[in-house]
């Protein structure tokens, strides 16, 4: 059974940085397409970016230049180094995975079937 945990969430000031880090356990990490994604209050679900088992990435169009994701298939991890936020930024921020992977981009959350329990951002002006 695959599990994810995110870590790393805070409170920080517009303009600062944080760096999220999601630890997978159970399964294939290294065959699986992994996403981050946030929700705000009373908004869907957004698309933050996604990373293939290959190395592909896409990152949506709001935080493209600011947020950078890695990811390390020897310790089963997927991190996202969120640089400049904003306070539109704030969100509780999910890492999900795609178990069945794939090689196209998969920007919606239900293209993904394991997520996270979400760690909270919180950026203040």
């Known amino acids: 059974q695959v599990q994810l945990v995110e870590s790393g969430g805070g409170l920080v000031q517009a303009g600062g940085s944080l760096r999220l880090s999601c630890a997978a356990s159970g399964g294939t990490f290294s065959r699986y397409v992994m996403g981050w994604f946030r929700q705000a209050p009373g908004k869907e679900r957004e698309f933050v970016g996604m990373f293939g088992p290959r190395g592909a990435t896409y990152y949506a169009d709001s935080v493209k230049g600011r947020f950078t994701g890695s990811r390390d298939n020897a310790a089963n991890t997927v991190d996202l180094q969120m640089n400049s936020l904003k306070p539109e930024d704030t969100a509780v921020y999910c890492c999900?995975?795609?178990?069945?992977?794939?090689?196209?981009?998969?920007?919606?959350?239900?293209?993904?079937?394991?997520w996270g329990q979400g760690t909270q951002v919180t950026v203040s002006s």
């Open positions: 999900a995975a795609r178990t069945r992977g794939g090689s196209i981009l998969y920007s919606s959350p239900s293209e993904y079937d394991v």
